[in-house]
C-alpha cells in the first residue's frame, strides 16, 4: 500500500497562509498539517520529528513547506530544515514566504520572455530597477535578477538606507552585486527610469508606483512590469492580463499581474506535485521555482 503523502506547513506567524494550504492540497498532498508561531529554533526538532516517524523507503512522501513573511527567516528555517535530515530518513523540503519565491520566479520568468520574443535579448547585462525591493517579493526579483547577469538596482521609498541593507543581505548570501538607490520622489523615479531597460514593480497592494506620464518619459524603457492586481494598479496603463503588450503613450511594453499569476500558480502547484510524488527527496526555494517559471511563461 503507497504511504499518504504528508506535508507540514511551518509558518512564524499566527497563521498559515490558507492560500498554501488549499494549493497544497489540490497538488496531490492527503494530509496537510500547519504549526503556527514556530521559531527558529524549534525547526530541527519538529522536522526530525516527522522525519523519523516513518521508514526511510516512506520518508519521500513526507514534506516540510516554510512559510511565513520574512524572506531572511524563511531562508534560515530553510538552512535549518536541510542540516537535520539525516540518511536515509530524507524528507522534501519547500519554502515560499507569504508567495514570494514563486511570485518573484513568475515575474521574472515572464519578464525574460517577452525580453527574449520581443527584443531578442537576454537578462545578462540588462539595466533592471526593483521598486518596492524591501518587501519580500522585491527582494527575490532582485536576486533572480542578479544571479541571471542583470545590473540590479534596489530602488526604496523612503531613501537608499533600508535597501542598502537588503543589497548587502543578498551580497553575502548570493556573492551578486545590486545597488541601493533612491526612490524617494517622482523626480528621482523618473531619474532611475531614465537608464533602466526594465522596471519591476514590487510594492504592496494598491500603491501606484509608475504613472502613465513616468513610463511615457522613460524612452529607454523596455518593459514594465507589476505584481499589484488591487486598484490603483503599480504601473499605471498596464492590463492586469498584458504579456507583453504595448503600454498606450510608451515605448515600453506591459507585463501585467494576473499574467504573472497565473505562472505563479502553476509554478506554486507544479513544486508541490513534485514534493507529492515521493520521488527523490527535495529541497526547493526561489531558484527552483525560477527553473520551473521560465518553462511555464
Known sequence: ???????????????????????????????????????LDEVTGLVQD??????????????????????????????????????????????????????????????EKVLQDKFQKSLKGARVVVFGATGVV?????????LEGAQVQLAGHDGAARVQKIADEIKKRFKVDTKAADGGDNAKIRTLLADADIALCCAKA??????????????????????????????????????????????ALGVGALAIGNVKY??????????ASGGAPLCLDFRDAFALARTLA
Open 50 to 111: 516527522a522525519m523519523f516517524s516513518r521508514p526511510p523507503h516512506d520518508a519521500v512522501r513526507t514534506g516540510v513547506f516554510i512559510g511565513g513573511r520574512d524572506v531572511i527567516l524563511a531562508l534560515d528555517m530553510l538552512n535549518a530544515a536541510r542540516a537535520a535530515l539525516l540518511k536515509p530518513f530524507e524528507l522534501s523540503i519547500f519554502a515560499d514566504p507569504a508567495g514570494s519565491f514563486t511570485t518573484a520566479a513568475a515575474m521574472v520568468a515572464c519578464v
Open 138 to 146: 522585491g527582494f527575490c526579483t532582485g536576486v533572480i535578477s542578479a
Open 1 to 39: 500500500m503507497t504511504a499518504k503523502a504528508i506535508l507540514h506547513m511551518l509558518s512564524p506567524l499566527k497563521h498559515m497562509s490558507p492560500f498554501d494550504v488549499n494549493m497544497a492540497l489540490d497538488a496531490g498532498f492527503d494530509s496537510v498539517t500547519p504549526y503556527v508561531n514556530v521559531t
Open 206 to 251: 494598491g500603491v501606484q508606483i509608475l504613472s502613465r506620464a513616468d513610463v511615457a518619459a522613460a524612452s529607454n524603457l523596455k518593459i514594465a512590469a507589476d505584481v499589484n492586481a488591487v486598484p490603483p494598479l503599480g504601473v499605471e496603463g498596464v492590463d492586469l492580463f498584458a504579456n507583453g503588450a504595448p503600454i498606450d503613450g510608451a515605448k
Open 266 to 275: 502553476r509554478t506554486e502547484s507544479g513544486l508541490f506535485q513534485r514534493m
